[in-house]
């Protein structure tokens, strides 16, 4: 079946790389290397121009490659992304207007909280799971668990500051079902064009234990 909602979409795998690619080549290089290592779910930001177009690319690569859209800062970017393939969409943040234009656009959204008060206004809006942003500087894992007693119903995709050895213990929490980081990606591996480096890093995040769901 295919996945279509945040909340299939987050549980096809414990870790969501974040990507901010130079190139289209090197967007298809890098999607391709972490497929190869069993991702199945990206998030390809648009903060480099190259991004729409690697979108594009990245989910003609295989048939169960779920792509998603990064970094959405306005509400516009929602229906160029889904145009351009995207099969749901991250924000750092939240404003009606986003969540009107992700809508409109067709785009699963998974919105970034920070807050209680982004929190009650992604609940207000009818949002289930959300992006924790900037995860780590924000309080990481007990900024997480003391979310869990107002919130219990609320799941969340921490980001930002997690590392391979910090990912297994945001995957743990009850409220968590999946993580996202740009480790997989390494400034030096992408620079050497080293792209089994990126597969072994990749094949090492599917692998870690997948939440309670
Ligand atoms: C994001 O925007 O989600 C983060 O910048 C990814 O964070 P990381 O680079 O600290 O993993």
Known sequence: MTAQTVAEIVRLGPVIPVLA???????????????????KVLEITL??????????????????IVVGVGTITKPEQCALAKKAGARFGVSPGLTKDMHQAAQDAGLPLLPGVMTPT?????LELGYEIVKFFPAQPAGGVPMLQAFHGPF???KFCPTGGITAE???????LPNVVCVGGSWL?????????????????????????????
Do not use: C, M, Y
Request: charged share 25%; hydrophobic share 45%.
């Open 47 to 64: 903060r480099t121009e190259a991004g729409l177009k690697a979108i594009e690319r990245a989910s003609q690569l295989a048939e169960d």
């Open 166 to 172: 910090s990912a297994p213990t945001f995957l743990a």
């Open 118 to 122: 982004d929190i009650i206004v992604a």
């Open 21 to 39: 690619f130079e190139s289209v080549e090197q967007g298809e290089n890098v999607s391709r290397a972490l497929h190869a290592g069993g991702v």
């Open 152 to 154: 219990p119903t609320l």
């Open 185 to 213: 990606t390494p400034k030096s591996a992408l620079a050497a064009q080293n792209w089994d480096e990126v597969t072994r890093l990749a094949r090492a995040a599917s692998e870690l234990a997948p939440p309670a769901r």
